[in-house]
């Protein structure tokens, strides 16, 4: 093979991996830009869809439709898990001090991890995910796997739903607004709770597709599956700039395309360390992440 060809092939990669963390830190930069609090739990939240898509999986085959079904099931399920999170996590304690917040995530995130680890249906060893077979795509002389090529036509269509609907509907005006001022916006008639409640449920839902497709990238699902890609999918939210949608996604490309150079390129055991230093990085030159903007605190 000649160099041209691997780069493609590894860049290729780089966007599968890196649209699924982008679909994963949509939903903290989402969460953050609302309610101000980073919802460590979302990682396992895309755990948890992944078991969801998994568990339909089995039970009608990998087959398109049963792929199809198994997204479905994965985002509903990550959804309703989302708003029952904010309402019985997070809402409680939205006037108190974030430190509160953030310590409540974290045991949130634990909660969700030990309690697939003690179920009797789910267990702490890994299993394996039944793989859709799909034929490759050729694009010139590359040909792309076909699940990689799903991966990624999946997620460019979720984000580009999410935009109109962020840009474009009432609901997503109401997200600005209560983004911009919670305060006002509720003085001005909306209803802070249920729009707070709904993008929760949008964040959650996008960490769930995002977990089904993880698991069927990488074969595998277990109840720590969703502690380092959530983890990078934070770092690329930090790294685009948190809060800013745009920036999450840019963020996810940019860390998925530079873990896989790094695996393809030079040791793979520093794939990780990559990641973390590149976000390093880029906050020492604009310390509000890329697309990140300055905010100014009234006193």
């Known amino acids: 093979m000649d160099s041209g060809y691997i780069f493609s092939q590894q860049l290729v990669n780089g966007l599968s991996l890196g649209s699924i963390y982008a679909l994963i830190a949509l939903g903290y930069t989402m969460v953050y830009g609302i309610v101000k609090l980073i919802n460590f739990a979302h990682g396992d939240i895309m755990m948890m869809g992944a078991y969801a898509g998994y568990f339909v999986l089995v039970a009608m085959g990998p087959t398109p439709a049963g792929f199809c079904t198994a997204m479905f099931f994965a985002m509903l399920f990550s959804a309703l898990l989302g708003i029952s999170i904010e309402r019985l996590a997070y809402r409680p304690l939205r006037n108190a001090p974030r430190l509160n917040s953030l310590i409540t995530a974290i045991a949130v995130e634990l909660i969700l991890q030990n309690l697939m680890r003690v179920l009797p249906f789910v267990g702490p060893n890994p299993r394996q995910v039944p793989q859709i077979k799909l034929k490759p795509v050729y694009i010139g002389n590359l040909a792309v796997p076909g699940i990689t090529f799903l991966v990624i036509i ?146």
């Open 154 to 299: 999946t997620s460019i269509l979720l984000m580009v739903i999410l935009g109109h609907l962020v840009n474009h509907t009432k609901t997503g005006k109401a997200m600005r607004s209560v983004s911009y001022d919670m305060q006002a916006s509720s003085l001005m008639g909306i209803n802070v709770n249920k729009t707070i409640a709904i993008t929760f449920a949008i964040g959650s839902l996008l960490a769930g597709a995002g977990g089904l497709l993880y698991a069927s990238a990488y074969p595998q699902v277990d109840p720590m599956m969703g502690y380092m890609p959530g983890l990078k999918a934070f770092v690329a939210a930090v790294l685009g700039g948190i809060g800013s949608i745009p920036g999450a996604m840019l963020g996810g490309i940019i860390l998925g395309v530079a873990e896989t150079m790094v695996k393809g390129y030079g040791p793979s055991a520093y794939a990780d360390a990559i990641s973390f230093s590149l976000l390093i990085v880029i906050l020492l030159i604009k310390p509000t992440g890329i697309l990140g903007k300055k905010t100014v605190v009234k006193v």
